[in-house]
């Protein structure tokens, strides 16, 4: 039986093609590559129903992922996350079939899990002994552990201001881990330098390998799983370096050519904190990439990416399905990760909650009807972001008693 049809890499800019089996970085022209599949066979040997009789996590897509031997897989269970109703914030919305899929409950604690297990996964099949990348911490922290899963080496650097609890993730996995003065940008330099001069370490930044996107893009066959092989009429992403989003979309035209999918495809938006939107003003001047966002700064820390590799595919996959991109402020999201929190008792990372927040936007401008199935990625765990609420209650004496209420 043939676990993968993985036929080749391609060039997101140029379209040329590169040999699968090697290990890879970015095409010749600097742009991302991307996996492509012998579609018409995958459609000859698999059905949605026989998907369905599988294993509930991501690699039930096999034959649409790039690893090809099963005993070559990396796995903590990663994947099938749930897609739930959120109809006391969909009614204060004026959104009443607005639904959430969270994935906080992937191992790691966020959405970077699916990524992690299909890029060292693909790592491991093909030689590497040790991966290397700069993060704004959930990144780092699920790939140094899947390396340690593995039984591979990582090399992690990140912002000194990069969430706490990411840091620890790696350290205990046994990472070589370097704090960096600086943004993401000022991390990658180093981590690019670093791998010049060492042996059988990989670059695994974002887009600058061709696997982190393939799990990334399982979300978009899931949701369409769980939706009876249809999608949604507008799909909400928090947007960094905008892996998940090209990922979706990447998957829905996938799902399209497999004949899986039925209707139209979602409307997809691109979310960012007004502190880092170089998605959203490049949108808003109809460009097609996008302009380095100076001193970039946002309590949604996942999505401080001032300059992304793939922007112009993020932009193309708005343009392509009529979506767009919006901006909202940390006061926004905040409000709105505390708001879920007490309406549907969904604890969720501050990049999951500004697209909350961006749903309050979009309705009170007109852009959303209210008609609309809408489904919100939340990308991690809210516990994972213990600094977003403060703890400021009263202390009482042991001897005391509560106040009534």
């Known amino acids: ?144 552990l899947y390396a340690a899963r593995a039984g591979m080496r990582s090399l992690i650097a990140m912002p000194d201001d990069a969430p706490a609890i990411t840091m620890k993730e790696c350290l205990a996995s046994g990472a070589e881990l370097y704090r960096v003065d600086g943004l993401i940008g000022d991390a990658g330099k180093l ?12 670059e695994v930044s974002t887009l600058k390998e061709p696997y982190r996107l393939e799990g990334k893009k399982t979300m978009g066959y899931e949701i369409a799983e769980q939706l009876g092989w249809r999608m949604p009429d507008v799909l909400l992403y928090p947007t960094g370096g905008g892996v998940g989003l090209i990922g979706i979309h990447k998957a829905l035209l996938e799902l399209k050519e497999l004949g899986w999918l039925s209707g139209e495809l979602p409307r997809l938006v691109a979310v960012q904190a007004t502190g880092c939107a170089p998605i959203v003003e490049a949108f808003s001047r109809g460009a097609r990439e996008s302009e380095p966002w100076p001193e970039a700064k946002t309590v949604a820390f996942g999505i401080t990416v001032p300059k992304a590799l793939g922007d112009f595919l993020v932009l193309d996959a708005i343009y392509a399905t009529g979506g767009t991109a919006v901006a909202v402020t940390d006061e926004d999201l905040l409000a709105a990760q505390r708001r879920l929190a007490g309406l549907e008792g969904a604890f969720i990372c501050p990049e999951g909650a500004a697209c909350f927040a961006a749903v309050d936007q979009l309705r009170e401008s007109g852009w959303l009807d209210g008609g609309e199935e809408v489904v919100v990625l939340n990308t991690g765990a809210g516990i994972k972001y213990p600094e977003t609420i403060d703890v400021d209650v009263p202390l009482l004496a042991k001897d005391g008693a509560i106040p009534p209420a």
Not at 114 to 130: I, K
Request: with cysteine; proline share 7%; aromatic share 6%.
């Open 1 to 144: 039986m043939t676990f993968s049809f993985l036929s080749h890499l391609e060039c997101s800019r140029t379209g040329e093609r590169y040999e699968a089996d090697e290990v890879a970085g970015t095409s010749a022209a600097g742009a991302p590559l991307l996996a492509r599949y012998d579609l018409e066979r995958v459609r000859e040997t698999v059905t949605p129903a026989e998907i369905a009789a599988r294993e509930p996590n991501l690699w039930r897509y096999h034959e649409v992922l790039p690893v090809r031997r099963p005993e070559h897989v990396v796995t903590l269970g990663e994947g099938m996350t749930p897609l739930l109703p959120t109809p006391a914030y969909g009614k204060q919305a004026g959104v009443p079939r607005l639904l959430m899929k969270d994935e906080g409950l992937v191992p790691t604690g966020s959405f970077k899990a699916r990524g992690a297990a299909v890029g060292v996964s693909r790592a491991l099949e093909l030689g590497v002994r040790g991966v290397a990348m700069p993060t704004n911490g959930n990144a780092g922290a699920a790939w140094a």
């Open 191 to 202: 981590v690019h330098a670093a791998v010049a001069e060492r042996g059988g370490y990989q």
